[in-house]
């Protein structure tokens, strides 16, 4: 949720020093260390298609075909999760500048939601569990303090495809807040 809401940040304070904001999407590369599972004998080319699947960007991108073909020319496109139909429709990750807006609603609530549960009090530790989240406190400096045990409750995260995040994230009753 950290970039949506230094977009979102952008497009709400950002006029006095862009101008006129508009979001044009959210994508990053996720960290980690990527293997290629492959024959030894793959030649180049096929080896390079392999590592290229492996940078996709994750995110979305504003349902504009110039933008989307500003941040990648090309009918295939290889890093960015968006393309354009044989049409020259935006598909794939992309959300319309009216989604995007009810995603910042969504987001500010959540926000506000949680300023006031800080203001109350409520710093319960609840960490995340779930595939790619297995260490989530292990390393943490702040373990000695907040005295998580193995039997507290643990937010899971689930792996799940973009369809179905901003189908729950659009939702105005969604209980999507990760
Ligand atoms: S150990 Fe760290 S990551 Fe785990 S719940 Fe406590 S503060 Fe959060």
Not at 23 to 28: E, H, S
Request: negative net charge.
């Amino acid at each position: 949720m950290q970039m949506i809401i230094y977009l979102f940040s952008i497009w709400a304070n950002g006029e006095s020093k862009y101008g006129d904001v508009v979001p044009a999407g959210v994508l990053y590369m996720p960290s980690g260390e990527k293997y290629i599972n492959a024959n030894r004998n793959i030649d180049n080319e096929n080896l390079k298609n392999e590592n290229n699947k492996n940078n996709k960007l994750k995110g979305f991108v504003l349902s504009d075909s110039v933008i989307i073909e500003s941040m990648e020319e090309g009918k295939k496109k290889i890093f960015i999760p968006a393309s354009l139909d044989k049409e020259n429709k935006p598909t794939g990750n992309v959300l319309t500048i009216g989604q995007i807006g009810v995603l910042k609603e969504k987001i500010d609530s959540i926000l506000k939601e949680m300023a006031e549960e800080l203001l109350k009090g409520n710093i319960n530790a609840y960490p995340v569990k779930g595939k790619d989240y297995e260490h989530t406190c292990e390393y943490c400096d702040y373990k000695d303090v907040c005295n998580i045990e193995e039997y507290d409750k643990r937010k899971e995260i689930k792996d799940r495809d973009f369809t179905e995040i901003s189908t729950t994230m659009l939702c105005k009753d969604g209980e999507e807040n990760g």
